[in-house]
């Protein structure tokens, strides 16, 4: 498949097109079609729903899904975060049983990786996992879990030998949500949302077959998942299609429905489209400070966009994503924290204001109180830094005390 030309993919991509899109299909059958046919996940090998193809020609697929207003596969972690990691280091057997229903949009994911005393230090985590025949038996607290009320399945780290160091302990599930042990919680943001969950976790059971990778494997397993995050710079997928076919409603149903817990996350970006038409409308687009604020952040919003497509271009091309990739993160947290600036400086005391009488309907207020989420999100923007000083530019390593003892002799104040 991958010694094909773009013009032959292109050919046959439109020939079942033009055969197989029918905008009244239901949206459940149409999905099965896409992972039968490998059309809705073009570079995933061929034996596991996909065409192996390259990304290069996987978005000459698009083109043609796009030409047509075809509908693809669902949106969300699960496509984005559990199914590369799944694909990279599950199993035959979770490939198998796993990745259809994420095509399908069966089954949405979380991530059950923070816990109250382990987000930056993910490594130090409590969370146990005993074997127990062919299944392991889960016990723990997990925090900050994005989707957690509605998903099927969690990327689920937990700590399976206290014996080995640190990152050499952990093993990453695949584990069943819906069951008994496991008790979400949600709770409220200071921006009034309510998208993260504590999740309680109480001899909750997975069978071993879940395994993710090796049994004390589980920290290559994450940080595969980890990249996959910071690479994704606000793209959650997820192509609705066009038109008012059946198909299409039903996915855009769908995608509203998951994306109610993303609603504040534009506002998270800091909405720097807002910059301008706020300024003329509060009549201060004379001000020289505004200008010259808004100009600046335009530039580099400019520049980020460009590096970032440097770094697409060359992924496109299967090179690797070089140093830029490692800074797109930090520039999304730069955008947040510049247009919140600059949104302050617009409306003044008025952006503290929510309501229907407040600058652009509470919008501004939201954005100030939800900005700080875009450097913590997905490993905050110290860490980053410490990455890019260690990965990119080859700065000795940050000095650890407790990376090469047992877990279980590691000084916490948090956990059993
Ligand atoms: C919008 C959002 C969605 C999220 N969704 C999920 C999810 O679905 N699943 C999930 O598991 N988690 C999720 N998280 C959690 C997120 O991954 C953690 O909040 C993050 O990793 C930071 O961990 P922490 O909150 O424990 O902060 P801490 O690790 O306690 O950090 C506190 C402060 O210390 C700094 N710091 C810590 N260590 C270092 C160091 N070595 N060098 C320099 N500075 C350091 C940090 O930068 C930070 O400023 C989400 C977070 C947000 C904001």
Excluded at 214 to 225: D, F, K, M, Q, R
Aim: aromatic share 6%.
């Amino acid at each position: 498949m991958s010694d094909m030309t773009a013009d032959g993919v292109r050919d046959e991509v439109r020939a079942w097109l033009d055969e197989t899109w029918d905008p009244e299909r239901p949206l459940r059958e149409w999905r099965e079609l896409l992972a039968d046919s490998g059309w809705g996940c073009p570079t995933w090998p061929v034996e596991h729903c996909g065409r192996g193809l390259s990304p290069a020609l996987a978005a000459v697929v698009a083109e043609e899904f796009d030409r047509v207003g075809a509908v693809g596969t669902a949106t969300g972690s699960a496509m984005t975060l559990a199914a590369p990691t799944i694909l990279e280091k599950g199993s035959e057997d979770l490939k198998g049983r796993l990745l259809r229903p994420i095509i399908t949009g069966e089954n949405t994911w979380c991530q059950l990786f923070s816990e109250p005393g382990s987000g930056s230090d993910l490594a130090g985590l409590t969370t146990r996992a005993d074997r127990d025949g062919d299944e392991w038996v889960v016990t723990g607290q997990k925090v900050w879990t994005t989707g957690a009320r509605t998903a099927a399945y969690a990327m689920l780290l937990a700590r399976t030998d206290w014996e080995a160091p640190k990152h050499r302990g952990i093993t990453y599930f695949a584990l069943p949500m819906r069951q008994p042990g496991v008790e979400v919680r949600p709770l409220q943001q200071m921006n009034g949302y309510a998208s993260f969950n504590e999740v309680f976790i109480t001899e909750a059971r997975v069978p071993h077959a879940n395994v993710v990778g090796e049994v004390g494997g589980g920290w290559g397993s994450a940080l595969a998942t980890l990249a996959h995050e910071r690479g994704l710079a606000g793209n959650r997928g997820g192509r609705t299609g066009r038109g008012d076919g059946r198909t299409v409603r039903e996915a855009v149903a769908e995608a509203a429905e998951y994306n109610k817990t993303y609603v504040w996350y534009p506002q998270r970006a800091g909405r720097s489209d807002l910059i301008a038409p706020e300024a003329q409308e509060r009549g201060v687009n004379g001000d020289p400070t505004v200008r010259q604020m808004a100009a600046s952040l335009h530039a580099f919003e400019k520049a980020a966009r460009w590096t970032a497509d440097r770094s697409r271009a060359a992924r496109a091309q299967g090179r690797p994503p070089g140093p830029e990739g490692s800074l797109g993160k930090l520039h999304g947290s730069e955008i947040a924290r510049r247009s919140a600036a600059t949104h302050t400086r617009i409306a003044g005391a008025y952006g503290m204001l929510t309501g229907p009488d407040s600058p652009r309907n509470g919008i501004i207020a939201e954005v100030l109180v939800s900005v700080p989420g875009a450097s913590i999100a997905g490993g905050t923007d110290e860490v980053q830094h410490n990455i890019i000083g260690e990965r990119v530019l080859g700065l000795p390593k940050e000095p650890t005390v407790d990376a090469d003892i047992p877990f279980k002799e590691v000084r916490r104040n948090s956990g059993r």
